[in-house]
């Protein structure tokens, strides 16, 4: 069955820098791939999410990269602010299968 | 309506007692996802509906924890003896009709303590 990391655990920026957050997977079949913020006491929101067709996706500050090859999807945040501080998972699926999320990655934004 | 509402927020029991949770999934979808999330904030995935018809089930602890998903009333998760390790907090999530790969959308969870 499917199987996804997610690196780092823990990521702490400064206010206005980048924070990346990647994720492998191991099934070469999946194909979509959602990135959920949590933040405390909440359920997971959707953010942004990509499908295998598509290399690169861009909503403002955030960003999804995959590369199929190497099995690998990527978020990024740019312009990084306070109220981004939360909670990150990646998950992976595809058709007829449940999602598979990965172990989450805690983000710290430092005024 | 719009959102995944679960109920209740917050919910206490004695070991050995019985748990209930609700969800109620956003109108029009087909599809209901229960997860459990302990202190690692990993999600575990217990079980999943088509309707009212179970999807997946392969997550589920037969021996104390059931669901059901009937028409026209909110879903449920019940746990049967309730033990020290089910605390954790339940989230439910659903899914527009079509094939899996879409997104999911959560409620708040229910944070279940055993004490």
């Known amino acids: 069955g499917e199987n996804v990391e997610q690196h780092p655990s823990t990521l702490s920026v400064q206010e206005g820098d980048s924070a990346v957050i990647k994720c492998t997977y191991s099934d070469s079949a999946s194909n979509y791939f959602p990135w959920y913020k949590q933040e405390l006491g909440k359920g997971p929101q959707l953010i942004i999410d990509?499908?295998?067709?598509?290399g690169e996706k861009k909503d403002q500050r955030i960003a999804v990269t995959l590369n199929k090859t190497a099995k690998h999807f990527s978020l990024h945040i740019t312009e990084t602010q306070p109220e981004d501080s939360a909670v990150y998972f990646c998950a992976a699926t595809r058709y007829g299968q449940n999602f598979v999320f990965g172990p989450g990655t805690r983000l710290s934004v430092l005024p | 309506g719009e959102e995944v509402a679960q109920t209740p927020k917050h919910l206490v029991r004695g070991e050995g007692q019985k748990a209930k949770l609700y969800c109620a999934p956003i109108?029009?979808?087909?599809?209901v996802f229960w997860y459990q999330q302990v202190l690692k904030n990993e999600f575990k995935f217990l079980i999943s509906f088509q309707n009212e018809n179970v999807f997946d089930e392969t997550g589920m602890p037969k021996e104390r924890f059931s669901a059901k998903c009937l028409p026209n009333s909110p879903c449920s998760l019940e746990i049967q003896a309730t033990k020290l390790e089910d605390s954790a907090v339940y989230f439910c999530?659903?899914?527009?009709?079509?094939?899996?790969?879409?997104?999911?959308?959560f409620g708040d969870g229910t944070r279940l303590s055993i004490l």
């Open positions: 990509i499908r295998s067709n598509v």
């Open positions: 109108k029009g979808h087909s599809y």
């Open positions: 999530a659903s899914s527009p009709p079509g094939p899996l790969d879409q997104p999911q959308h």
